[in-house]
């Protein structure tokens, strides 16, 4: 049994019932989970010490919703669009080409990478999905590379219909061979149900075909323009429902009604200049709220969810807490996770250490590596 007291914490932020956010505080990890929360003073002895000094400690950031298998980027892209042409899905294909003429190498080394830069911004659990292979190889060997850095694996054949098929044969590849060979290395399944994508049609025969052999159901919806996504996501019960940048008021309704956590992307309206998605009409109507990093190298290229806080204080109405929330817990819910995104007892002892007084700073301080340490139990 090997024991680590996290002690002289400034702020501690555990999400408990009784006390969500406590000062002075110590917290223990045994074995790889929350054993012991309390006042400083009253710390246990253990194994080891790690001397927060006054900082700032908070669940390991959840980030729910990413695309590091890939390879090149779109950087011209990206600049183009900041000097005025839109972002288009087609887009996909440019990265989609350059991942299928990668080494399965390359590609570790891409996500390792990219993990790595996530954990040094206080990541400690990640979901990546498939999606720039579009073959039943590729796809498959997309999602073996991303299963060797996380359990939280999603099969996103689904992206776009790639060049030389129709989408009646590709619907047919994704939910037929390609879904044979995919489920064995995927969670959850999903689905860009978007104008230039996916209809509602051919998004719910990916979905029910992936439930059915036996993977979670998760959509892209909203992103560009008002679409059916998220009324579909509800419907089939799907976990999450991500961007959700233009929603109609049913919409709204039916994501307080059914309990589908809606994933909001800050980093995508960044890079493509579309209106943030409106998080407080959201939280007030009750529904679940996660925010994702949904790092990919077209629509957003940001490993940061402290970025993705800051601009959700900034711009999409949500206080340092609530977007803090959204982050850890959001995260967490949004995977059906219940052992992270928090550090009640019996947590796992994920946890990311702050060089502030508050976690405020993470809005309050934008841009700045505020996280010293990231302790990750988990994957
Ligand atoms: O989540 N929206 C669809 N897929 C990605 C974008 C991928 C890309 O542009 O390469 C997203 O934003
Ligand atoms: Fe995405």
Known sequence: MSSLLLTRIGELVTWDDE?????????????????????????PAADDVLDVAGGTVVPGF???HSHLVFAGDRAAEFEARM???????GGIRTTVAATRAATDEELDTTVRRLVAEMRRQGTTTVEIKSGYGLTVADEARSLAIAGR????TTYLGAHVVPDGT??????????????????????????????????????????????DAGLGMRVHASQLTYGPGVLLACELGAAAVDHCTYLTDADVDALAACGTVAGLLPGVEFSTRHPYPDARRLLDAGVTVALASDCNPGSSYT???????????RDMGLTPYEALRAATLGGAASLRRD?????????????????????????????????????????
């Open 19 to 43: 006390q969500p956010v406590r000062t002075d505080a110590a917290l223990v990890i045994a074995d790889g989970v929350v054993a012991w929360v309390g006042d400083a003073a009253d710390a």
């Open 166 to 211: 129709t989408p009646e044969e590709y619907v047919a590849l994704v939910t037929g061979p390609m879904l044979d060979a995919c489920a064995p290395h995927a969670r959850w399944i999903d689905v860009f149900c978007e104008e230039g994508a996916f209809g509602a049609d051919a998004a719910r025969a990916v979905l029910t075909a992936g439930r």
């Open 149 to 152: 850095h996380t359990s939280e």
């Open 62 to 64: 959840v980030d729910s």
């Open 303 to 313: 490993s940061s969810i402290p970025f993705c806080i800051a601009v959700a204080v």
């Open 339 to 379: 052992d992270v995104g928090h550090l009640r007892l019996g947590a796992r002892g994920d946890v990311t250490v702050l060089d502030a007084p508050s976690a405020v700073h993470l809005a309050y301080r934008p841009g700045v590596p505020l996280v010293s340490r990231t302790i990750a139990s988990s994957d």
């Open 83 to 89: 000097a005025g042409r839109p972002y288009a899905a």
